[in-house]
């Protein structure tokens, strides 16, 4: 018996077509039932059209806001209030 090379295997011919497991008829799930209509049907599209544009002002404020705190981070640490002198008794800014 004469061994193929290493790293080289010889396949056959495949016959026909083996069915997908997602399409077996199992005893658990039924094939037969037909299923339901989809309860939240929108032919139109504008639920997700409104969706879509409520997600992007979303995205917008928090982009924006995460700019802000870039922005204040940048900008430097912020400057104490002045304090007030007092010379003989009269406190003067």
Partial sequence: MQ?????????????GKARLPAEDVTSLIRAESPEP????VDPSGARRRRLRWATY????????????????????????????S????ACTR
Avoid at 62 to 81: C, D, E, H, K
Avoid at 86 to 89: D, I, K, N, P, V
Wanted: with cysteine; hydrophobic share 50%; aromatic share 4%.
């Fill in 57 to 84: 002002a979303a995205g917008l404020l928090l982009v924006l806001v995460l700019a802000a705190v870039w922005v204040s981070q940048l900008t430097g640490p912020a400057a104490p209030p002045a304090r007030p």
């Fill in 37 to 40: 209509p989809p309860v939240f």
């Fill in 86 to 89: 007092c010379s003989a008794g």
């Fill in 3 to 15: 061994r193929p090379p290493h790293g080289r295997a010889k396949v056959g011919r495949a016959v």
